[in-house]
């Protein structure tokens, strides 16, 4: 039986997200990465992050380094052969579903770019899930 590992994470920017289009069917794809700080005496964790299609271009155009996000989703992870014949390298990330906008590096001050309230919500790929089972309680992530 195959799993799966779906992780919230709290945290801040460290740059600005990198978003490109890929592929034959020309995809929006936008990495970024956030710091998590689980304890206010606590080491900080780097996790990378990937979002696609309207998810991606709502985070390339709305977020910067430095802004406060909560981000919803699946544990990922790509394994390849180093070029050099090494061996075998891998990474994990979060591929995202779900992005709340908490908060901007620049909030308080105006800007000339028209930004979403803290606490805006994207329900990322939600047309891409199935429906969950009826009765289902997801504590305020995703779809009812």
Known sequence: MSGFVK?????????????QIVGQNQTSKCE?????TP???????????????????LV?????KGSKVLVHG???QDQWE?????????KDYITVNDVVFLGSPNQGQQTQQAQP?????NQGQQGHRPPPPAGYNNNGFGPP
Do not use: M
């Open 117 to 121: 309230q803290a606490g805006y919500h």
């Open 82 to 90: 180093a070029q050099d014949g090494s061996g075998t390298r891998q």
């Open 74 to 76: 699946e544990w990922s």
């Open 7 to 19: 992780i919230t994470a709290v945290g801040n920017l460290t740059a600005d997200p990198k978003h």
């Open 32 to 36: 970024f990465r956030i710091a998590v």
């Open 39 to 57: 304890r206010k005496d606590g080491p900080t964790s780097f996790i990378p992050c990937v979002a696609w299609k309207g998810t991606a271009d």
């Open 60 to 64: 390339s155009k709305y977020l910067e």
